[in-house]
């Protein structure tokens, strides 16, 4: 049985700001394309997805999952991207005792220190990146690395995780420089990279600041003398965005990518149909999140809080996502993710096929143990 | 007799609400020489602001050399020949004094030269490339008027020109009015200074509370003596 | 005419050694030496651009001297800020009239006095504190006939109205020092000679110092004027002394006055 | 290899030229900005989206119409230019009688309306505009790899601004800008078109930043937010440089850009901030800013 | 243009002698309607709206009565947010030492920053405020205590004077609504004190109020720390409701919001910023789950302001033939 008589997902995300590209309206599609798939129906009970744009402040997210929880039945709230607005909402859900999967935000915070029993991360983490694009990038023979680092806290977490993990396969970190955050210009900063010899330029940064630094760095021909690129948080929106001229050869890690295998090249194609453009990590995580939330009412039979929860815990995960995934005890989605590699205009046989595969790093390498993510909830 | 130069009729006016020209009516001739007289806040400067068009709000009758002038654009008015020389000077900060004299467009020939001017205000010449706005007080009331009599207009509209300007200065002003006169220009004065404007005017209008309440021709002055010491205390 | 001489032994309060001014090059102010005495009005005359309001923006501290030094009240005044020297009672009209145009004649007045009346920093007392100075404002408005526009907004002034208000302002400071730059300037006959009434009233018990350039009004009411020319002082004196000279007949009025 | 202050001296040399660069940028949008403030007396807030707009259009018209990019170079400023000549006809004008600060919050909202749009349609990521094959590739100075590209983005700049001081500093053409800055009414009173004469100032401004915009469009990503916080940055240069004046507008900008090289090489956490730090320094000495008058 | 420009209006209520009676009765429907809300309306937007009511209030006590357009407000009122959150949550301090905090440390910043930008006027004036708040933002996007673009999150609402229990949605709203009306009490007296008519005299004429021997400088940063103060005090409010401080209070987009909400509301007008918070807050609110796409809405909005409405909603009111019936007189 189904409370209200219906279950209620509600996207809330940026759709006009800065990460609009990143999920944005699309994630609301995703959400609306797993619903569809799942036959419309759970326990009998309609489904229904609303969504709303937080335009990055939390305070106005904050209010509408108020709103939408003790007002509008709301069951569970997905995608939150951006850090701020992920752990405001979870922190809230824990106080309203409802289920939120985030797929959007990259804190390892919300499966950390701030981790909720309802709480569930998704798509990725920086943790994910970090191992994905340092540990596995370091075995293709990319062992010594120079850091442009975003000045701030999400930076300097990438660059450290990172960092960690290049040293720990056994290759060198030789020099970082800190670029504050929305410059315009990094030819400063590409030409201390350059000076400094290193065989990866790792790009501790997000959005255009990411953009910007690979267009630039095309520009002062860092990758035509030998040094290669990776972007640590990068996504196929971007890279679209960017074009294939300027990214070629940029390496990069998502969880999903949806030329990978049949099953996500026939789910990319629909999505593509519906929004003109192929999904990212974050918009099949969108869809994964809704198809595993709804998987789970009807394992509890019913859509209370605690037992979707345990379920999600219990459940393994698998759809186009996710291949044998599951939820660690701290709420974190264990899967497996992709190093990439953009690939030259000329490799390219049509519009978004522009990632060669390098690598697959298996979930329990990529994401934290949750025993020792600093999650309270994980009992050793 | 021909038509007069500019000739106003019934001119009213208006600052927002407040009605200030309650029907002028003047008239002044090719050549001629004609000062206005009045207590402060009479409407005299509204006088010359509205016949220059830089009050838009207004209703009556203006004529300047056969046109009607209600209808032109501020930005032609000068180019008709009317100069003016606003009470407040209206001196640039951000232009040279030389920048400031140069500025009007000459609108026709027959003003004064540069070399000319100078004669007249040293003062001007000493200081011609320092800001307009550091000048005193009185030498910004000489580049006024010295920037109108560059452009050849041949009607000037002068509000006060002897405000704030050392009894020299003003014996200057004075000769410098009876040579333009000389020249055929027409001027139209505003004055406080009574016995400077008794020496250059042709005619006189006396003003109260936006309309003229008497006219009278230089010669008659003596005979009216009485009427301005009663209206304005001289 | 000058008037008959009722003070016993002549007291200077604001003085000026060697004050000069240069402006980029230019040299505005040169050389002045100036004593303003109480219970007098001294006037300060010149032709244009002489340096008669550089010197009153020296001496008021709104421009600092390049020369020289300034004393008030046998304080040195030379390093101090405008503020601190108005406050010390030296208080000064601007060439271009100045007032609160949104304000009504009594707040204008009213602003003056608060501060005197240590009324000024209260941000926790109400506005009906002011109250107490309605006496003494009023008193003022009246004393310069500015009694029926008490409730009108300074910027519904006619121009000599303002300037009057003006004045009444700066009385309401109880100044020891008045400063008057050009108070006349386009003031209808009347006006004149009421603002000089109140001017020679004033100076019973202050010291004026004044720029004007109407002579009849300096002959009237002046005790001693001081020639400026070309920032320097070319004659000082009485009224007929300086009128007399012949440098200052050439280089000021002319063949007027 | 010689070294300064523990940089190599090439490397130096290097990023010297590379604030020049920047700092072009900065020039080109603070003269924009001054001569806007200088003669309209307006604070131009919208002047990051028409830098933006400037960038957008070259891309449109490479795209839909395919025209050029040295086409686009005088097209993109001529469109953006007429664009403003329009707002500032239409409304802007409207405002120049009240008190100056209506100007910066019509031309803020001007800004999040004209952003807001084009993130509406092109959303947040922003598209690549490829350099003219005639400006590819990179020289090699011995101390550093210089992009064609860069060495022309200086060139074009320093061109403009000086064009510019010249039109408004030396020519009568620019004395009545300043005239009408201070009262329109007396300047018209003299026979000139004062309206006309505000219409083609803010279009100057705008298409001037609509150049930066284009100059930038293969060096930075064409986003509908390419403005937005770059302007913020602009701001203080033109403070710095004293609001309203031409020459240091286009002097700061330079001087600030290489500034701000040279702080990302020894100490560049503070790079994005050091101008602001310049400013608040430059007011504390120097209220007017360093070539300001005054007031 | 220079010179005789109209300066930005400052309106003031003079309550009728006649019209008492109806105002006061306003005034307790106001105040009726504040107390009851909750029970209508939820509790946490209310709170939000009171919050940005203040912020916007203080903001005007600038702008409004001084003629100083700050563009960096948001650094007062987010840094606030940041102190009080951080003493509540790491230091373990009650809720009222935090608030307290959050509003010295507003203060200080205000001093800081009035003492530089105070130097000039106008858009200077704005430009300077602009580019300070713009290197606080960096240092709270920098500073490790402020946890970058996670910010400070589950913070406390704790015990008011260690007695009364905030985690209640109910008497937290009734703490954020006493806390309101005292801020907006202070800012009443402060704009009709003693103090406020020297402001007004300085925004008219400075010139002549120097030379009247009042420090300018002085009173205007005097104004400028009282208005960076009473920001705080919003923005510590604004932390303990929503039980995070991040940084979106501290960008210079906020510093335009609390622009827009004066400007919607009416500049110079006591309630004008309040219900201007109002509208934009519940604009905000409403266009977050509509297609409309907000930024463009909010700057459509900003400009029809400025163009045709720029006494803002009070301040049309009050001039208005039914709000001088009401016995309010508009004086601009
Ligand atoms: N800008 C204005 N707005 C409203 N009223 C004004 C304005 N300018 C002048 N007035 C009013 O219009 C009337 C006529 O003013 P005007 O300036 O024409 O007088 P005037 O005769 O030139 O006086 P003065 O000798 O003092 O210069 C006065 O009552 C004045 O208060
Ligand atoms: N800030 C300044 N910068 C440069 N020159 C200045 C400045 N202020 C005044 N001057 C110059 O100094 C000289 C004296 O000016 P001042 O204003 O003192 O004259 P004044 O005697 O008051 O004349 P008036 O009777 O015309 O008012 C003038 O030539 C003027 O141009
Ligand atoms: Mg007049
Ligand atoms: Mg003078």
């Given at each position: 049985e189904v409370s209200d008589g219906k279950v209620k997902i509600g996207i809330l995300n940026d759709q006009s700001g800065v990460y609009s590209d990143f999920g944005g309206k699309n994630s609301y599609e995703a959400a609306l394309m797993a619903v569809e798939d799942f036959g419309g129906k759970v326990l009998d009970a309609p489904i229904e997805v609303v969504t709303a744009d937080h335009q990055n402040k939390p305070d106005i997210a904050s209010n509408i999952a108020r709103q939408w929880y003790d007002n509008e039945q709301v069951d569970s709230i997905m995608e939150l991207t951006t850090s701020s607005v992920g752990l405001a909402v979870q922190a809230l859900s824990v106080e309203e005792k409802k289920v939120t999967i985030n797929t959007g935000a990259a804190t390892t915070e919300l499966t950390g220190a701030q981790c909720s029993p309802y709480g569930f991360h998704w798509a990725y983490d920086t943790h994910a990146l970090a191992v994905g694009t340092g540990g596995a990038l370091v075995k293709e023979g990319g062992d010594s690395w120079f850091f442009l680092t975003a000045d701030y806290a999400f930076g300097y977490s990438l660059e450290e995780n990172t960092g960690n993990f290049v040293k720990g396969q056994g290759g060198t970190v030789v020099g970082s420089v800190r670029h504050p955050l929305a410059s315009t210009d990094f030819s400063s900063f590409l030409l201390q990279a350059q000076a400094s010899g290193a065989k990866v330029i790792g790009l501790a940064n997000a959005g255009a600041d990411t953009q910007n630094s690979i267009k630039q760095a095309a520009e002062f021909g860092i990758t035509q003398g030998g040094q290669k690129l990776a972007a640590l948080l990068f996504t196929l929106a971007d890279v679209h965005g960017l074009g294939a001229e300027a990214a070629q050869g940029l390496n990069l890690t998502e969880s999903f990518y949806w030329k990978r295998n049949a099953e996500s090249e026939e789910f990319g194609r629909r999505f593509l149909e519906r929004t003109g453009s192929m999904p990212n990590m974050v918009h099949a995580g969108t869809y994964s999140a809704v198809t595993s939330y709804l998987k789970a009412i009807e394992a509890a039979g019913t859509d209370e809080t605690e037992a979707v929860a345990a379920k999600l815990h219990e459940l393994p995960i698998n759809d186009v996502f996710a291949q044998d995934g599951r939820v660690g005890a701290n709420g974190r989605l264990i899967k497996d993710v992709y190093l990439m590699e953009v690939k030259a205009p000329a490799d390219i046989t049509e519009e978004w096929d522009y990632y060669n595969v390098l690598a697959t790093i298996p979930g329990s390498e990529a994401f934290m143990d949750p025993a020792k993510s600093g999650c309270p909830l994980v009992t050793q | 007799m021909t038509a007069p130069l500019l000739e106003t009729a019934g001119l009213q006016a208006w600052y927002g609400e407040s009605h200030v020209l309650h029907g002028v009516d003047l008239h002044v001739n090719e050549g001629e020489m004609i000062c206005i007289l009045g207590r402060n806040g009479m409407g005299k400067t509204t006088t010359l602001r509205a016949i220059m068009g830089i009050l838009r709000k207004r209703t009556g009758r203006i004529t300047f050399a056969g046109q009607d002038m209600m209808s032109v654009p501020l930005h032609k008015t000068a180019r008709a020949g009317l100069g003016f020389v606003p009470e407040e000077r209206g001196i640039f900060a951000t232009l040279s004094v030389e920048e400031n004299l140069m500025l009007p467009p000459k609108v026709a020939e027959g003003g004064m030269s540069v070399a000319e001017i100078y004669d007249l205000f040293p003062n001007l010449q000493e200081r011609r490339n320092s800001p307009g706005t550091k000048l005193s007080g009185g030498e910004q009331q000489m580049l006024a008027m010295a920037r109108i009599l560059r452009t050849g207009a041949r009607c000037l509209l002068l509000d006060e020109p002897t405000e704030g300007l050392a009894p020299v200065i003003i014996n200057a002003i004075g000769d410098v009015l009876r040579q333009l006169k000389q020249r055929g220009m027409t001027v139209v004065l505003v004055e406080q200074n009574f016995r400077f404007a008794a020496k250059v005017a042709d005619r006189f209008y006396l003003m109260d509370h936006g309309t003229m309440t008497a006219e009278f021709p230089v010669s008659d002055l003596p005979n009216r003596m009485d009427l301005l010491h009663r209206e304005l205390g001289v | 005419m000058a008037p008959a001489m009722t003070q016993t032994e002549p007291r200077v309060v604001l003085s000026a050694r060697g004050l000069g001014k240069d402006f980029a090059g230019f040299t505005a102010v040169n050389d002045v030496d100036l004593d303003v005495e109480h219970a007098r009005i001294h006037a300060l005359i010149g032709p244009n651009g002489a340096g008669k309001t550089t010197v009153f923006n020296l001496l008021t501290k709104f421009l600092q001297p390049t020369r020289g030094k300034i004393t008030l009240l046998g304080q040195d005044i030379t390093q101090t800020k405008p503020d601190k020297v108005a406050r010390m009672g030296l208080v000064r009209s601007f060439q271009i009239s100045a007032v609160f145009p949104h304000l009504t004649v009594r707040e204008n007045v009213k602003v003056a006095l608060q501060r005197p009346a240590g009324l000024a920093v209260q941000f926790w007392k109400p506005l009906s504190s002011l109250d107490r100075l309605n006496g003494r404002a009023d008193q003022l408005i009246d004393d310069l006939g500015l009694t029926p526009y008490r409730d009108h907004r300074a910027a519904d002034l006619s121009y000599g109205r303002k300037r009057v208000l003006e004045i009444a302002t700066t009385l309401a400071l109880d100044p020891e020092v008045l400063l008057l730059d050009e108070p006349m300037a386009g003031m209808g006959q009347e006006d004149v000679r009421m603002v000089a009434e109140i001017i020679r009233d004033v100076a019973q018990t202050r010291a004026v110092l004044m720029v004007e350039h109407n002579l009849n009004v300096v002959a009237d009411i002046c005790h001693h004027v001081t020639v400026l020319q070309r920032g320097e002082i070319i004659a000082t004196g009485d009224y007929a002394t300086v009128s007399a000279d012949p440098r200052v007949r050439t280089a000021y009025m002319g063949t007027e006055g | 290899m010689t070294m300064i202050f523990g940089i190599p001296v090439a490397a130096l040399m290097g990023q010297l030229l590379v604030g020049l660069i920047n700092g072009s940028f900065y020039a080109l949008l603070s003269l924009g900005l001054a001569v806007i403030f200088g003669l309209l007396?307006?604070?131009?807030?919208a002047h990051g989206a028409q830098y933006m707009l400037g960038a957008f259009t070259a891309l449109l018209l490479l795209t839909v119409g395919g025209v050029n990019y040295w086409l686009a170079l005088i097209a993109a400023p001529l469109i953006v230019g007429l664009f403003g000549a329009i707002i500032e006809r239409t409304m802007l004008s409207r405002l120049y009688k009240l008190d100056h600060l209506y100007g910066l919050l019509f031309t803020f909202g001007l800004a999040l309306a004209i952003e807001g749009t084009f993130r509406y349609f092109y959303g947040a990521s922003g598209m690549p505009y490829a350099a003219p094959a005639a400006l590819t590739g990179a020289v090699n100075l011995g101390f550093m790899f210089l992009p064609v590209y860069r060495g022309w983005v200086v060139v074009a700049s320093l061109i403009v601004c000086l064009g510019v001081w010249f039109l408004i500093e030396k020519t009568k053409l620019g004395a009545y800008l300043r005239a009408a800055t201070e009262n329109p009414v007396l300047v018209q009173s003299f026979g000139v078109n004062v309206p006309l004469l505000l219409t083609l100032t803010y279009a100057l401004g705008a298409g001037l930043a609509a150049f930066a915009g284009v100059l930038a469009a293969p060096v930075y990503q064409v986003s509908p937010l390419m403005g937005s916080n770059l302007i913020i940055i602009v701001f203080a240069v033109v403070v710095v440089g004293g609001m309203g004046s031409i020459l240091g507008a286009i002097v700061t900008g330079y001087m600030l850009g290489v500034v701000e090289g040279l702080t990302k090489v020894f100490y560049p956490e503070a790079s994005n901030i050091v101008i602001f730090v310049i400013m608040a320094i430059v007011l504390i000495l120097r209220p007017a800013g360093l070539f300001g008058k005054d007031a | 243009m220079a010179g005789k420009s109209e300066p930005i209006p400052t309106e003031h209520v003079a309550i009728h002698p006649k019209a008492g009676a109806i105002q006061l009765a306003l005034l307790a429907v106001i105040a009726a309607a504040l107390l009851l809300a909750p029970q209508f309306l939820y509790p946490i937007f209310l709170m939000k709206l009171l919050a940005f009511g203040l912020f916007a209030a203080a903001f005007n006590l600038l702008l409004g009565y001084t003629g100083l357009l700050s563009f960096g407000h948001a650094a007062f009122f987010g840094g606030s947010a940041y102190f009080t959150a951080h003493a509540v949550k790491v230091w373990g301090w009650s809720p009222e030492a935090g608030i307290l905090l959050g509003v010295l440390g507003a203060a200080a910043l205000g001093l800081v920053m009035g003492a530089i930008a105070i130097r000039r006027q106008g858009i200077y004036f704005a430009m300077i405020t602009l580019a300070l708040s713009q290197m606080f933002f960096f240092f709270c996007l920098q500073a490790g205590f402020t946890h970058g673009e996670d910010g400070i999150q589950s913070v406390p609402r704790g015990r008011l004077f260690g007695i009364i229990d905030l985690s209640d949605t109910m008497t937290m709203y009734y703490f954020v609504l006493a806390v309101f009306v005292l801020g907006l009490l202070v800012i009443w007296r402060f704009v009709n004190s003693p103090f406020g008519m020297i402001l007004k005299s300085i925004r008219e004429n400075e010139q002549r109020a120097i030379s009247l021997g009042y420090s300018v400088s002085r009173y205007k940063l005097g104004a400028f720390v009282m208005s960076a103060a009473l920001a705080g005090l919003a923005g510590g409010v604004k932390a303990l409701v929503f039980q995070f401080a991040t940084l979106t209070d501290v960008t210079w987009q906020m510093s335009g919001e609390v622009i827009l909400m004066t400007l919607l509301g009416g500049i110079g007008t006591l309630a004008g910023p309040v219900v201007g918070a109002g509208l934009v807050v519940t604009l905000q609110n409403y266009l977050a789950t509509s297609d409309f796409p907000v930024t463009i809405i909010t700057g459509v909005v900003f400009m029809v302001c400025v163009l045709v409405f720029r006494r803002g909603l009070i301040g049309e009111f009050f001039a208005s033939r039914l709000g001088r019936k009401l016995g309010f007189r508009s004086e601009s």
């Open positions: - | - | - | 007396r307006v604070i131009n807030f | -």
